[in-house]
């Protein structure tokens, strides 16, 4: 609380107070579940405010041990990963701030969560990352170490394989991890672009994540 009464006539105190206190955030007394809600109901709306990662430390600072702070973990690094492309498509602004904090929050989820529910969606995540920096070796690595996790993680779930504004760029499935990481490194062997590999993936995903 700032001191900024120290000099005001006695009584004053209590205003101040009181009219802090009114204002205080209302997530102070949300549970971790509420509070992976309300951050991912901004996600899903595609809201680049950061008011969803806000949420999300709030949670992991709250309930580090919760089930919720590992999903609140990977989602940190899943939205900043969103806010990158959304920003490229919608206003042709290429943030690699955001893509730097999507790959130093998908890192600190495999290394908090080495079996983690999300530990292949996190490298997958990282891969698209590398290849859209056109680091295709790094891309091609994290690619085999998702296959590898697959013995961890069967599953990856793909919304879209990155932001479009189409909507039948969505897919909503979840993908075999082992196939998924195959299709993906076949891209990386024909050489093609980054989008004709997400253009690929996508038709892949489109028939083959349920």
């Known amino acids: 609380m700032m001191k900024t009464g120290l000099l005001l006539p006695a009584g004053k105190y209590v205003i101040i107070i009181v009219a802090m206190i009114s204002f205080a955030p209302r997530t102070m007394g949300q549970s971790a579940a509420q509070l992976l809600k309300e ?22 600072r709250k309930y580090p041990k919760s089930a919720e702070a590992e999903s609140a973990q990977f989602f940190l690094g899943a939205y900043y990963s969103r806010k990158f492309f959304i920003l490229e498509q919608r206003s042709k602004v290429q943030d690699w701030g955001s893509m730097n904090r999507a790959e130093e929050e998908l890192y600190s989820y495999i290394g908090k ?9 996190a490298y997958h995540t990282l891969a698209i990352i590398a290849l859209r920096r056109d680091y295709r070796d790094n891309a091609k690595s994290l690619w085999n170490k ?57 038709n892949w995903a489109r028939s083959n994540c349920h």
């Open 39 to 60: 951050g991912s109901k901004y996600q899903a709306s595609d809201d680049i405010s950061d008011r969803a990662p806000d949420l999300y430390r709030q949670l992991i």
């Open 113 to 121: 969560y080495p079996r983690g529910f999300y530990l292949a969606d």
């Open 146 to 202: 998702m296959k590898d996790a697959a013995g961890k993680d069967r599953k990856v779930y793909i919304f879209r394989v990155t932001w479009s504004p189409s909507a039948e760029d969505v897919i909503k499935g979840y993908c075999d991890t082992v196939a998924l990481a195959r299709t993906s490194l076949d891209g990386i062997t024909k050489d093609l672009s980054f989008n004709n590999i997400v253009k690929d993936l996508t």
